[in-house]
Antibody, heavy 126, light 109 residues
């Protein structure tokens, strides 16, 4: 079945970087955008950005510009989200999620998320 | 950036009854780009509704979405025990970021 499997929990110190992975299975990884969303403890959902696994093209939310890098490795159907210069308020669960639109020649985005990973907890603490 | 305001913050309803959740946008949103998600404790969000009124695959027909412009509604017609959760609306405007409402917690009365 279609699923996104994320890497395990991370504990980082302020100022460090974290790289979260998201492995896709059950579908053609390159054909669908991947979005990243985070959720601080007890809070709502916050959009971070998206990657086109086909081209590697990315779009980031303004709040994360300069600190976030999204990449992919199509040979292992995996997307990555790296966040640098971590602060305590980056403590959150980070989710990857698929957009059911299409990449490629006739590219289009649905702009919603139909399949989600289970999330990766990132704790930033000194 | 379009701000989504969900109301009420918490809704207490008895099983078998109807629940109506509201999502209001700070400016007009294309109906094509309004979605609803359900989230249970310790779980990822689950897509319920996209395009304001289309049910996602496998979603029971007791869930329905409606609305246009700045006012959108999620209705759960006959609440089942598994429906008690937090619900989020999400929109996409003409540019990033996508934004989410702050959530409505649906609790058992």
């Amino acid at each position: 079945q279609v699923q996104l499997v994320q890497s395990g929990a991370e504990v980082k110190k302020p100022g460090a970087s974290v790289k979260v992975s998201c492995k896709a299975s059950g579908y053609s990884f390159s054909d669908y955008y991947i979005h990243w969303v985070r959720q601080a403890p007890g809070q709502g959902l916050e959009y971070m950005g998206r990657i086109n696994p086909n081209s590697g093209g990315t779009n980031y939310a303004q709040e994360f510009q300069g600190r976030v890098t999204m990449t992919r490795d199509t040979s292992i159907s995996t997307a990555y989200m790296e966040l640098s210069r971590l602060r305590s308020d980056d403590t959150a669960v980070y989710y990857c999620a698929r957009d059911p639109g299409r990449t490629g020649f006739l590219e289009w985005l649905s702009h919603y998320m139909d399949v989600w990973g289970k999330g990766t907890t990132v704790t930033v603490s000194s | 950036e379009i701000v989504l305001t969900q109301s009420p913050g918490t809704l207490s309803v008895s099983p078998g009854e109807r629940a109506t959740l509201s999502c209001r946008a700070s400016q007009s949103v294309s109906s094509s780009y309004l979605a609803w998600y359900q989230q249970k404790p310790g779980q990822a969000p689950r897509l319920l509704i996209y395009g304001a009124s289309s049910r996602a695959t496998g979603i029971p027909d007791r869930f329905s979405g409606s609305g246009s412009g700045t006012d959108f509604t999620l209705t759960i017609s006959r609440l089942e025990p598994e429906d008690f959760a937090v619900y989020y609306c999400q929109q996409y405007g003409s540019s990033l970021p996508y934004t989410f409402g702050q959530g409505t917690k649906l609790e058992i009365k």
